[in-house]
């Protein structure tokens, strides 16, 4: 797979027949080898580095990493956290299980380093429960790590002491939101907090923390090794470096692939992922997660970064892209996410709670011949009152791509009402 | 009939309270509900209020939290737990023709286990894995791009293969 990436490959190394969750052959590679080094740095010039790459959080919103950390109180008698989010289940994502799974130690030098910088003592990994397989690697990682004399009191004689944590999640995609995720790291059920405060100033155990995604914390390493600013160049201007596109559904070849920030979807799509299944007309793509509005085939000729996507309406949200062809319906489509988001509402607030559910009940409405014509501008109006009213993000989610299929493919469901539902299709 | 953790797991869990700052020992629910789990098959009432005693948490809050999580169960499953990923990229990829496959060869469909107790099925939303679609996790393991050849062969081995007493029993 690795090699036949367009990018840098600095990120991804899978294939290359290293074992790199062995800890030796990870150093052999030259992990860990300026540890030392670094953790004598002043912290300003490492963050200063992580800003200076343009990192974007991974995690689906984007947000700058190094400036992020800058959050934090600077004066504080409290701990302060790093939490990383291994939660990943935002449908179409699969990036963050590959450094779980095959590179542990690119997100475990990534946590030390990106603790040392933010002053923490104290590093939490929530890992989706469901990753038991990979939660056994991080373990086995760690252990390794602290029988090294790599994590622990006084690393390397540094003086700097570190603790990393593993924290299983139990099957809530909603633990993914970094409020949930708190909450559901001090054992509570995962309902999304009020924000502000964020958790910058009140966050775990009502410390100053910081939550980042995987692949985020991941590029730490990357970036101190190549330096910021080489890290930038690779990306476009605001969105600096590589990053892991995931690409699923219906293409010859789906997969994880490193590409610079700002790859050209249309490119992605028809030769690294090798063109569409059966050769097949395209009929949708979801760009980055079920989450983002989804793109019709006029529109993917597109940079991938946080920036254009938004320029067509969309988001490069987690960067795992979904292709659609024909047949396939989009009734069939939007009801398997509209479910999903039905599923995962925490049922805190009432536009999300009711909402959710209300979405899913009127597209199975169009699929088992019970809509009526009113009904898509009824699903029309409903999405688009849970769009703003809500706790958290989860909200808008599921309201966005109901909105732009009811937009986009609105022939769709008025075919529906006229044949009395739908076909079996896939 | 009260509960009580084994040997083995009174061992696991002084490790999992070393996680975590002791005033705030609650942090270890999800991680001790786990431990229960693993030695009794599932939760009952009364491994969740062994829990609440053990963190000095009242029973309300934990069976809060143990009722939030999907993989935090409340009832036995078959000795295999079916797994089936639904969403989009599974969907797109063929996840209902293991649904049906599931029906003609274990005569069970999502929610349901197969009188013998070999088998349960669920349904089951994105397993981040959608790249190697479809999926199907059974019990913890990880079974991806599956075809209806190489599931239909993973289903007769799951048929055959000798098992002690059902998992939970
Ligand atoms: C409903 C919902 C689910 C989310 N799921 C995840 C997830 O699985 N993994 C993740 O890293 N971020 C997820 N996020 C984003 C996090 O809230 C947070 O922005 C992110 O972890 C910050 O890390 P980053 O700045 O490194 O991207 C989710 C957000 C929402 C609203
Ligand atoms: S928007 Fe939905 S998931 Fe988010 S807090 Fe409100 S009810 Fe919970
Ligand atoms: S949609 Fe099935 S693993 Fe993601």
Not at chain 1, 234 to 246: A, P, Q, S, V
Not at chain 2, 102 to 107: H, L, N, P
Request: negative net charge; hydrophobic residues 35%.
């Amino acid at each position: 797979m690795a090699t036949e990436n367009p990018g840098t490959n600095c990120l991804l190394r899978d294939g290359d027949g290293n074992d790199y969750t062995d800890l030796k052959v990870y150093q052999k590679a030259g992990g860990y080898a300026k540890l030392k080094e670094r953790l004598t740095m002043s912290r300003d010039d490492l963050r200063e580095e992580v800003v200076k790459a343009n990192l974007r959080g991974r995690g689906g919103a984007g947000f700058p990493a190094g400036v992020k950390w800058g959050f934090l109180p600077k004066d504080t008698d409290k701990p302060v956290y790093l939490v990383i989010n291994a939660d990943e289940g935002e449908p179409g994502t699969f990036k963050d299980r590959y450094f779980l799974q095959k590179d542990p130690h690119r997100l475990l030098e990534g946590c030390i380093l990106s603790s040392y910088a933010i002053r923490s003592n104290a590093c939490y990994i929530y890992t989706r429960g469901e990753f038991y397989d990979e939660i056994q690697t991080i373990d086995k990682a760690i252990a390794d790590l602290y029988e090294a004399g790599l994590l622990g009191k006084n690393i390397l004689g540094t003086g700097y002491d570190l603790d990393i944590y593993q924290h299983p999640g139990a099957g809530a995609y909603i633990c993914g939101e970094e409020t949930a995720l708190l909450e559901s790291l001090e054992g509570k059920a995962g309902q999304p907090r009020m924000k502000p405060p964020f958790p910058a100033i009140v966050g775990l155990f009502g410390c100053p923390t910081i939550v980042n995604n995987v692949e985020t914390i991941a590029a730490v390493p990357v970036i101190l090794d190549m330096g910021g600013d080489n890290f930038a160049a690779l990306g476009t201007e605001r969105n600096g470096g590589t990053k892991l596109f995931g690409i699923s559904g219906h293409v010859k070849k789906p997969g994880l692939y490193e590409l610079p920030m700002g790859f050209n979807m249309k490119k992605f799509i028809y030769e690294v992922a090798g063109g569409t299944l059966d050769d097949r007309p395209l009929k949708a793509v979801i760009p980055g997660g079920s989450s983002c509005p989804m793109l019709t085939p006029d529109e993917i000729d597109i940079a991938m970064d946080f920036d254009s996507l938004k320029t067509v309406g969309s988001m490069l949200g987690t960067g795992g892209a979904i292709v659609i062809c024909e047949p396939t319906s989009m009734i069939d489509v939007i009801l398997r996410i509209s479910r999903f988001y039905s599923h995962e509402s925490c049922g805190q607030c009432t536009p999300c709670r009711e909402g959710t559910g209300w979405l899913y009940r009127l597209i199975k409405g169009f699929k088992d011949g019970t809509a009526r014509p009113g009904d898509i501008d009824t699903l029309y109006n409903a999405a688009e009152h849970i769009d703003g009213h809500t706790i958290c993000a989860l909200g808008p989610a599921a309201a966005w791509p109901v909105q732009s299929v009811v937009r986009k493919f609105r022939h769709e469901f008025e075919a529906a009402i006229q044949n009395g539902g739908l076909a079996e299709t896939a | 009939m009260p509960f009580e953790f084994s040997k083995e797991m009174e061992a696991r869990f002084a490790k999992v309270l070393e996680k975590y700052p002791a005033e705030h020992k609650k942090a270890a629910l999800i991680p001790a509900l786990y431990l229960v789990q693993e030695q009794h098959g599932y939760l009952t009432i009364d491994g969740m209020k062994y829990i609440a005693g053990r963190l000095d948490i009242s029973a309300s809050e934990v069976l809060n939290t143990a009722t939030f999580y999907t993989l935090l169960r409340k009832e036995p499953h078959g000795r295999f737990h079916l797994q089936v990923c639904t969403n989009v990229s599974c969907f797109l990829r063929g996840s209902d023709d293991l649904i049906r496959m599931i029906r003609d060869k274990c005569g069970i469909g999502p929610g349901e286990m197969s009188d013998d107790r070999r088998f349960s099925c669920e349904e089951v939303q994105c397993l981040a894995a959608c790249g190697t679609a479809p999926v199907v996790q059974v019990n913890w393991d990880y079974h991806e791009k599956l075809t209806t050849e190489s599931f239909s062969t993973l289903l007769e081995e799951l048929q055959s293969r000798e098992i002690s007493a059902p998992e939970g029993a």
